[in-house]
């Protein structure tokens, strides 16, 4: 069953105030963005205007966002374990949506040697890897050909809709911090949901190395030779081309 | 297939390495009765390994077993125990375990598996790949000559970052009864890494992405959690801090809790200060410095953070950075270990033994370190670094070794407490070079043998902690009086238990100790002050039994023996009581099957009892009193020559002891006159098969008669 996925005002009104969100796109010259032009978008209500059903794509921002203090990680992976034992009633690390695991024993780039090398057997830092609640275009939402990743109502986090999610892991593709995990067992994605604002992996970890905090974008930080997304559907690659006009051009969508 | 429980993932797995064959077999079915730990380990060799097999035999086995909670986030599980035929113990390997934490254990569990059983020998050098459902017997021959830390990088590239690895070093392939295995850098096994090597089996690789189910409420499971942390102390359970802050009532400076706000792990990039509330939960992880509590209080400035195992908040390896060591021995300037292994190094040297802030004795434990955790060569609980001393100080070695062997070793370095030295004779053990290195790679038992050095110029000398069967004391009269006695008197190698101590140390007062013990125990009389004892009572022995199958227990749940049990906390709202059946709690939220601590204690005797029973048929002999049970003269003994049950002295008395090991075996059901169970006891224990075996080889006290 599909829920109403056209764009409400309230929804875009809060999408042009959020943080950070216009100006970021504004300087990357993506798109001359507007109140005007939300305003319109909202009147017309042009999420389904279009008629393919292409999903339009924009959350509000979340309320709050993890911070990892790798210097104080001590690789206990409790917070892991806080992740799926508390909300999934299982002690299962790949399927924590705060990742200690992978880093370790050798930090993310692996067990290379030399000096660089992180992790127990390196230099004893591991990085931790947490959701970042990306702003809009939030990469692994706008992967989901289903739609099923949605701001959750209460923090805004970006959260899986088991109910709507069919496994096909494009969502785990699109990340590019690698923070989508799989439920194997019920054959479905899932990612930090912030715990209804209280994160369980936060309050798990005996030396501070987790912080709640008010949202701020870290999408732009990582490893630079990950695109931004990695792979858009082309359902939803159309929906894209309503807002990200080509330079010079008007969208053949725009009245 | 569809999960029915909580708490054990299903399955044993086991590996024949001389056929090759890798079949699986139902845990509950199979093992439930003993749990996990050495219980799955004494069934197999009490079942498969018949009395008189060797340990390097193709025959004995080797069982990698966790326990039920292992892999959970009930805080300080993590642990592996490993059992075979032990090739330390002297004057013949019986059945003993070794333990280690890091992160192997739980990732088995998350492959699947609740233990591994490793048998036969295989043709050439191999390595076990587990990756959940695929299990393959790889090729080692490229491996073999490598240290761990080689080894571990090489097979991780291989199967992915995330596995954990563990492996032996040169020691182990050498066959050394010293050898150890090691998993996650620092995280050993001792005595078992030559039984590896002896099946040609190089490393044991893990990958797993399943899950460990909690059968019972999640909120409930949640909360247990919680307030289990809000008992936890430091490292050992030590429930008060090593410095006096207005935060708590008590402290003790012979504490591990020494995480003081304005302490900082100075190496960390950058140092990370310790401040706040010493009882926040969000700040465990910084109470304990192993690091700081054995090298003083100048290696604050070389921890880069804590380390440890899976799910552990309490960090007892603690990484040190030590910059000087990369220029003056050639080694990294990275190490971690806690306790004895991190000691392991300084030792060796009479000068630095037991040193604090002594940049010397700091550098010879990084390349001690170093050394030992890449060669895989194992302590004995510090008897190896005692041994060398004392036949070096002793004179021995000059009368016993070869002239040119004798001159071959830098002494030179070793009477200028060198750490250089170490270059030299770490890998002369490891490598069992020359007659040196062989006696002391085979342990103590090797050195009497050898020389013809008789066992008593060891146990009459209370410097060496010799206390019996090629092993010396773990916790003994020094900490616990007759407990502590009675408890060292029972394994085939040193007594890796610590609930005792871990209660006579933890930090609080005498009068709150009692005060919890009289609840316990039943009488504020089952403890005294360490060195100064009281006569032998009942209800020591009945804290000796408790502190034994704790210990068991512990070992069979896959938790951490050197952290629980919990029967104290830092809570002075609970009058610092902790929790006695925190276990049995635990146990019944993950696996949805109601077990109080009475039942669960029961469990735990019966693992230790089948250890009983597999010492008497392996040895031959009922008479376990006269031929087991052994104390070294040495405790009874005291250097400055006070006497016995006076304040001041650890001295034991003769006739003391004897009434405590009679309460002991009283409070065991066994036979007083033997210290065997009877073959009733047996089968009240439900191991009523192993009571009538044993009556049938005439090795129960009444069939003897």
């Not at chain 2, 390495?17 to 139902?26: F, M, P, V």
């Not at chain 2, 326990?67 to 013949?92: E, M, Q």
């Not at chain 2, 790889?138 to 596995?163: K, N, V």
């Not at chain 2, 036979?671 to 009538?692: C, F, H, I, W």
């Amino acid at each position: 069953m599909n829920k109403d996925r056209s764009i409400s005002s309230e929804w875009i009104e809060r999408a042009a105030k959020a943080s950070g969100w216009e100006a970021a796109l504004t300087r990357r010259g993506f798109l001359k963005l507007s109140g005007c032009a939300l305003a319109g978008l909202a009147f017309l209500n042009l999420g389904e205007a279009y008629g393919e059903n292409a999903p339009l794509v924009i959350l509000d921002s979340a309320q709050g966002v993890i911070l990892a203090d790798p210097t104080r990680c001590v690789a206990c992976g409790r917070c892991e374990l806080a992740c799926t034992e508390y909300n999934d009633g299982r002690a299962q690390p790949s399927l924590a949506r705060i990742k200690i695991a992978r880093a370790v024993n050798f930090g993310l780039a692996g067990p290379t040697g030399g000096e660089a090398m992180h992790g127990d057997w390196g230099d004893g830092l591991v990085v931790q890897g947490v959701c970042r609640q990306c702003p809009h275009p939030v990469p692994c939402a706008t992967a989901c050909p289903q739609n099923a990743i949605i701001a959750d109502p209460q923090t805004g986090a970006r959260v899986v809709d088991a109910a709507q999610c069919l496994g096909c892991r494009l969502c785990q593709q699109a990340c590019p911090w690698g923070m989508i995990a799989f439920d194997e067992q019920a054959g479905v994605a899932a990612k930090c949901t912030l715990c209804h604002g209280r994160p369980k992996c936060v309050e798990a970890c005996p030396a501070a190395a987790l912080r709640y905090v008010p949202w701020r974008d870290l999408s732009r930080d990582g490893s630079p030779t990950r695109p931004t997304l990695s792979v858009v559907p082309p359902e939803t690659a159309k929906a894209c081309l309503d807002c990200h006009v080509t330079a010079g051009t008007k969208s053949a969508k725009e009245p | 297939m569809a999960v029915s429980s909580g708490g054990f993932v299903g399955k044993v797995l086991r590996v024949d390495l001389s056929t090759g064959k890798i079949t699986t077999e139902n845990t509950r079915e199979r093992y439930a009765a003993l749990l996990g730990g050495a219980g799955i380990g004494y069934r197999v060799l009490w079942d498969e390994v018949p009395a008189g097999t060797g340990p390097f035999d193709a025959a004995n086995k080797l069982v990698f077993a966790t326990g039920p909670l292992v892999g959970t986030s009930v805080p300080c599980n993590g642990r592996a125990t490993i059992t075979t035929l032990f090739p330390t113990c002297w004057p013949k390997p019986l059945v003993g375990s070794g333990h280690m934490g890091g992160h192997f254990a739980a990732k088995l569990k998350y492959a699947g598996y609740d233990a591994l059983i490793v048998e036969g020998k295989a043709d050439k050098p191999v390595w076990l790949m587990i990756r959940n459902a695929r299990v393959e017997i790889r090729d080692a021959r490229h491996l073999w000559g490598s240290g761990i830390r080689r080894t571990t990088l090489a097979i991780s590239q291989e199967l992915g970052p995330d596995c954990v690895v563990a492996a032996i070093g040169q020691a182990g392939e050498n066959l050394a009864p010293m050898g150890m295995v090691i998993n996650s850098v620092s995280h050993s096994a001792g005595g078992v890494g030559g039984v590896m090597g002896g099946k040609n089996l190089k490393a044991v690789a893990v990958q797993g992405s399943g899950a460990v189910r909690i059968a019972g409420d999640k909120a409930a499971w949640e909360a247990l959690v919680k307030f289990h942390l809000s008992i936890l102390g430091a490292n050992n359970q030590h429930v008060v801090p090593s410095f006096p802050t207005p935060q708590a009532e008590y402290y003790n400076p012979a504490s591990r809790w020494v995480g003081q706000p304005g302490k900082r792990w100075g190496a960390a990039k950058p140092p990370v200060e310790l401040a706040g509330n010493i009882h926040d939960p969000n700040s465990i992880a910084f109470r304990t410095n192993s690091a700081v509590y054995f090298l003083g209080d100048e290696a604050w400035k070389y921890t880069v953070r804590g380390n440890g195992c899976t799910a552990c908040p309490i960090r007892c390896h603690t990484m040190l950075k030590m910059p000087s060591v990369t220029a003056k021995y050639g080694i990294p300037d990275m190490g971690q270990n806690t306790c004895v292994a991190l000691m392991f190094g300084r030792s060796f040297f009479k000068q630095l033994a037991g040193k604090k802030n002594n940049e010397a004795a700091m550098e010879a434990c990084m390349v001690g370190m170093h050394l030992a955790d890449d060669l895989g060569l194992w302590s004995n609980y510090g008897q190896l670094q005692r041994d060398l001393r004392k036949l070096y100080e002793g004179g021995y070695l000059k009368a016993k070794l070869g002239s040119k062997e004798y001159a071959s070793i830098p002494w030179d370095k070793y009477d200028s407490a060198d750490p250089a030295f170490l270059l030299d004779l770490i890998p002369r053990i490891a490598n069992r070079q020359g007659e040196l290195g062989d006696v002391l790679s085979r342990g103590t038992g090797a050195i009497f043998d050898h020389w013809s050095i008789p066992e008593s110029a060891w146990a009459k000398d209370h410097t060496t902690t010799y206390w019996k069967m090629g092993h010396p004391k773990h916790h003994a009269n020094e900490d616990d009086g007759q407990c502590g006695v009675i408890i060292n008197t029972q394994y085939n190698r040193d007594a890796q238990c610590h609930s005792h101590t871990n209660f006579v140390r933890n930090g609080l007062p005498l009068e709150v100790q009692k005060k919890l013990a009289a609840a316990i125990w039943g009488s504020p009389d089952a403890l005294d002050a360490p060195g100064d004892y009281t006569p032998a009572n009942v209800h020591k022995a009945q804290r000796a039994k408790w502190s034994l199958l704790r210990k068991e227990l512990h070992d069979a749940l896959g938790v951490c023996n050197w952290m629980g049990p919990w029967a104290a906390s830092p809570l002075r709202e609970r009058g610092y009581a902790g929790d006695d059946s925190l276990e049995s709690k635990f146990l019944s939220l993950a696996t949805g099957q109601t077990m109080d601590r009475e039942e669960l204690d029961r469990v735990a005797e019966r693992i230790f009892t089948l250890h009983r029973a597999l010492t008497i048929r392996d040895m031959g002999r009922v008479d376990m009193r006269a031929a087991h049970d052994i104390v070294p003269p040495w405790v009874f003994e005291d250097p400055s020559g006070k006497a016995a049950l006076t304040k001041g002295t650890i001295r034991m008395d003769p006739a003391d002891i004897a009434k405590a090991m009679d309460y002991f075996y009283e409070a065991m059901g066994w036979d007083k006159a033997t210290g065997a169970p009877s073959q009733a006891r047996y089968a009240e224990l439900g191991l009523a098969d192993v009571g009538e075996t044993l009556a049938a080889a005439k090795l129960t006290p009444e069939a003897a008669k």
